[in-house]
């Protein structure tokens, strides 16, 4: 590993944006090489660009354990103080015996952990482990995938408790993180992200009730992200920024 090499680092990759965050990363010039990490591995689905494509490393975790995930953190070792892009994909909202809650008495403690273990202690595990990694010279721009969603202020229809109060809840959690950092490791920035809606599994059960100009291709978020990430200002502030650069409310 050059000593002046820049990498960007996809984290939950097999996921609809996640995968297009990876090939859009892949396309960057001024990215060396694309880590992504997934409990899937590197798929047919995935275009023929991809898999031959040698600035492509992919690997396996089992589950998200914390110890899953220190082991994958290790691995990344020639790659401290190398990473300049860091992309946080984990996101929960329905499973074949998770539905979002549509009134208070929908609300099941065990469903709002595992929602809550996906879209809060996953990335914040990983921020954990990777400030080792992050920390140096070379500017790091960190985007974890939140959602309009959580916005207290913005709240107007109530319901989905669990993936709303998730929401909320990282982007709590990545306030804290980009003050620690702020003390801890400079050279990091990071970004709480609305992609919008976007065509992907995650979405596919509500995309009815939206109309098609406001349902985004995975491609045309990953490539608002990407310059969205590319213009961030380094100042140790958290961000809550939507697919349009626009601010949400908190
Ligand atoms: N699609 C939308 O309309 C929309 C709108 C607002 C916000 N978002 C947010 O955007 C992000 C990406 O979502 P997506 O639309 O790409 O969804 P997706 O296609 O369903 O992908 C979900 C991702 O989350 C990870 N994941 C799923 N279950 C998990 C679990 N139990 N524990 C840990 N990780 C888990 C998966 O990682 P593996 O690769 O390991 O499987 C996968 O990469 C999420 O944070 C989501 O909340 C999406």
């Known amino acids: 590993m050059s000593n002046t090499s820049r ?3 996809v984290l939950g990759a097999s996921g609809g944006l996640g ?27 995935l275009s023929a660009q991809w898999i031959s494509n040698s600035r492509l490393i992919w690997i396996e975790i ?16 020639d790659y401290k103080g190398r990473l300049c892009r860091v992309a ?12 979002p809650e549509k009134r208070m008495e929908d609300i099941d403690g065990a469903a709002m952990q595992e929602i809550f273990h996906a879209n ?3 990335p914040a595990t ?27 202020g913005d709240n107007r229809l109530g319901g989905w ?8 809840a990282l982007n709590s959690m990545l306030k804290s993180f980009s003050i620690e950092y702020g003390r801890r490791a400079k050279n990091v920035k990071i970004m709480a992200f609305h992609p919008g809606t976007t065509d992907t599994d995650l979405s596919k059960p509500f ?14 978020v990953a490539e608002q992200l990407v310059t969205i990430m590319d213009g961030l200002e380094m100042d140790g502030q958290l961000s809550f920024l939507d697919w349009n650069n626009k601010p949400i409310a908190w």
């Open 161 to 168: 408790y669990a993936y709303r109060a998730s929401k909320a």
């Open 7 to 9: 990498n960007a680092l």
């Open 62 to 77: 089992e589950d998200y354990t914390e110890q899953a995930m220190a082991e994958v953190v290790a691995q990344l070792d």
């Open 207 to 220: 995309q009815a009730s939206v109309p098609k100009e406001q349902l985004f291709a995975p491609a045309f």
């Open 88 to 99: 946080i994909c984990h996101g929960l909202l329905h499973t074949d015996h998770i539905w």
């Open 126 to 152: 990983w921020l954990k482990l990777l400030q080792k990694v992050i920390a140096g010279k070379l500017q790091c721009r960190i985007a974890v995938f939140s959602a309009r969603v959580g916005s207290t």
């Open 19 to 45: 995968q297009a965050v990876v090939a859009k990363f892949l396309t960057d010039p001024k990215i060396d090489n694309v880590i992504a990490v997934s409990r899937n591995p590197q798929t047919e689905d």
């Open 120 to 122: 809060v202690v996953v």
